[in-house]
């Protein structure tokens, strides 16, 4: 099957500017997820969505940070205006949502190489 | 809340060593643990995983034992490769009444095995 697709690979921006990220999940995955890593450290959930519906985006700084997925597929996360800490990997990931869910790995796409200057 | 913790790394190994890889977690509810590991450049990947308390995930050699009593989900290995040297993540999903699950990460251990 094919993989968690995502794009661009690498970004770099100066502070205050815009980005958009693009990440489209495996086929039939319902759940969808972004995560942020920062250098040297595990993977941190800003949102969940299931289908299109947003499942949990307590971690998300919603001042600047926003995500849809509008048709419950592919999904864009979207910072606006960045800031220097926000330089980090942000690393898309779907599953199954089918049954006993919580046993179903995640799987991740390559991720997105973000660095704000 | 939900935690993972796991051994602070690096990691170095000469090839063919014995690997331990420590994970204990904390978790509302009742988890379903994972082993996950990141190559240079890339996303994370499924290596292992366990449901239930003692069951045993094992993948490439690599296994891990579902301990609730210590709350705990150690990586070994009995031999490594120079091929194995990635970053390690333990990593902890529950059930969310969306029957969603909600995942929880370590903060990886990067391992090193040298030739």
């Known amino acids: 099957e094919a993989g968690v697709a995502q794009s661009p690979r690498y970004k770099i921006i100066e502070k205050r500017q815009s980005v958009a990220f693009w990440c489209n999940p495996i086929?039939?995955?319902?759940?969808l997820y972004w995560y942020q890593q920062i250098l040297g450290q595990g993977p941190k959930l800003l949102i969940q969505?299931?289908?299109?519906?947003?499942?949990?985006d307590s971690q998300l700084p919603k001042d600047r940070f926003s995500a849809e997925r509008l048709k419950g597929v592919d999904s864009t996360l979207k910072i606006q205006p960045a800031k220097l800490e926000d330089s980090a990997v942000y690393l898309c990931a779907s599953s199954h949502s089918a049954g006993r869910t919580h046993n179903s790995p995640l799987h991740f796409g390559n991720g997105t190489r973000l660095t704000v200057t | 809340g939900n935690s993972v913790t796991q051994m602070e790394g690096p990691v170095t190994l000469s090839e063919e060593a014995f690997l331990t890889i420590n994970c204990t977690y904390t978790?509302?509810?009742?988890?379903?643990l994972f082993w996950y590991v990141q190559y240079p450049g890339e996303g994370l990947q499924l290596l292992l995983k366990?449901?239930?308390?003692?069951d045993k995930g094992s993948n490439k050699g690599f296994e891990a034992t579902y301990r609730k009593e210590t709350t705990s989900f150690h990586l070994e290995k009995g031999s490594v490769q120079v091929s194995d040297s990635a970053v390690y993540f333990c990593?902890?999903?529950?059930?969310?009444?969306?029957?969603?699950?909600?995942?929880?990460f370590g903060d990886g251990t990067t391992l090193t095995v040298k030739p």
């Open positions: 990593a902890l999903r529950i059930p969310i009444n969306t029957n969603a699950g909600k995942s929880t």
């Open positions: 086929s039939g995955h319902a759940t």
């Open positions: 969505f299931q289908n299109n519906g947003v499942v949990d």
């Open positions: 366990a449901t239930k308390a003692d």
């Open positions: 978790a509302t509810g009742y988890p379903s």
